[in-house]
């Protein structure tokens, strides 16, 4: 059992910066593929990223490559989303997620935290 909690959301104006962190429960975070993802009002959840378990893979989604990095710390059970470059159409909520299988896919995830508004003004 994992329980996320986000943090780290705010209003924020375009071209800005936030980093998001997302704490984890449990012993056995180091095991978990951890995933981004976020949900605009009116949209499906979409993924923005996912890391590894020992941090050396990451993955991006087209509309954040470049501009956003995930990284995770298995010390602190923690994994963090710099966000750079933000745009008024990151406002979302982010929701971290824990999974046991490499994907892009929400399903794939067993584990979601309640989600942090972020909301990116022009």
């Known amino acids: 059992q994992v329980q996320l909690v986000e943090s780290g959301g705010r209003l924020v104006q375009a071209g800005g910066s936030l980093r998001l962190s997302c704490a984890a429960s449990?012993?056995?975070?180091?095991?978990?593929?951890m995933g981004w993802f976020r949900q605009a009002p009116g949209k499906e959840r979409e993924n923005v990223g996912a890391?590894?378990?020992?941090?050396?893979?990451?993955y991006y989604a087209d509309s954040v490559k470049g501009r956003f990095t995930i990284s995770r710390d298995n010390a602190k059970n923690t994994v963090y989303l710099q966000m750079n470059s933000l745009k008024p159409e990151d406002t979302a909520v982010y929701y971290c997620?824990?999974?046991?299988?490499?994907?892009?896919?929400?399903?794939?995830?067993?584990?979601w935290g309640q989600g942090t508004q972020v909301t990116v003004s022009s």
């Open positions: 997620a824990a999974g046991s299988q490499w994907s892009a896919d929400a399903d794939q995830y067993n584990y």
């Open positions: 449990g012993r056995t975070f180091s095991r978990y593929v």
């Open positions: 890391i590894h378990w020992g941090g050396q893979t990451t």
